[in-house]
């Protein structure tokens, strides 16, 4: 892992596949909580090699008893929650395939980038399971979920983008770049602002419409009087560059 500035950076290193295993769930959930002690407002993760990550290593899956599965689940959520969780933004920068739990590490993330060559799929249905249910149809629609999730299909990166699964294509060897600098626009915005955006966006999700826009004033209302907002509107009228510090 590598910190610059407000901006780190993830590299899943198990190769070949970079498979998701108890050694990878404890590096991203013990280097998300020094990311987050040390400040950092958005994190770019991606893999090593040909995988960002082809999900969970099924010799593993195939010795798990009926006592284990529940661990073995909980063990795999706490690691996509921790992603959605993380105060800043977290940005998955796709640079081989993602697969299985792969591609719900990359659903996890806030924003997700990925190299021409990616592929993406949730392959549940292809070994007798589900996979993503919860995640896709939130990112991508129902319709989209429904397709990927019924056949198992994998996507390159060009049909992700069309499908809204990405927000952007990059060549292999521009990836890390434009992670980057995607990494830094939403560095460079109120950090008080960025999270309660994620809460919102995530909480009126479940909300009727009304409920929704009361929870968004009330929201409004609070980071109106913060100190960040307060320096947005200075260096508005100072014509300079606001300088944010989560206040």
Request: glycine share 8%; net charge neutral.
């Amino acid at each position: 892992m590598s910190v610059d500035g407000l901006v780190a950076t993830l590299t899943l290193d198990a190769p070949p596949l970079n498979l998701l295993g108890d050694s990878m769930r404890r590096t991203i959930l013990e280097s998300l909580a020094d990311f987050r002690a040390r400040g950092v407002r958005a994190v770019i993760l991606t893999g090593r090699g040909r995988a960002f990550c082809a999900g969970a290593d099924l010799r593993d899956e195939a010795k798990l008893t009926a006592d284990d599965v529940q661990a073995f689940l909980d063990a795999d959520e706490a690691v996509f929650a921790a992603l959605a969780d993380f105060p800043g933004a977290t940005i998955a920068a796709i640079n081989g395939y993602a697969y299985g739990g792969g591609f719900e590490l990359a659903l996890a993330c806030d924003i997700r980038l990925a190299a021409r060559t990616a592929t993406l799929a949730g392959v549940g249905v292809t070994i007798g399971l589900t996979v993503s249910t919860a995640r896709l149809a939130r990112v991508a629609g129902e319709a989209v979920a429904l397709d990927l999730l019924l056949t198992g299909r994998a996507v390159s990166a060009n049909d992700a983008l069309a499908l809204g699964l990405v927000s952007a294509v990059a060549e292999p060897e521009a990836l890390a770049a434009e992670a980057q600098r995607w990494a830094e626009v939403v560095a460079s915005r109120a950090p008080l602002s960025v999270r309660a955006n994620k809460v919102a966006l995530r909480h009126c999700a479940r909300l009727p419409i009304a409920d929704a826009v009361g929870y968004e004033r009330g929201e409004w209302a609070r980071l109106q009087r913060t100190r960040d907002h307060k320096e947005a509107l200075e260096a508005f009228f100072a014509k300079r560059p606001p300088v944010f510090r989560g206040e």
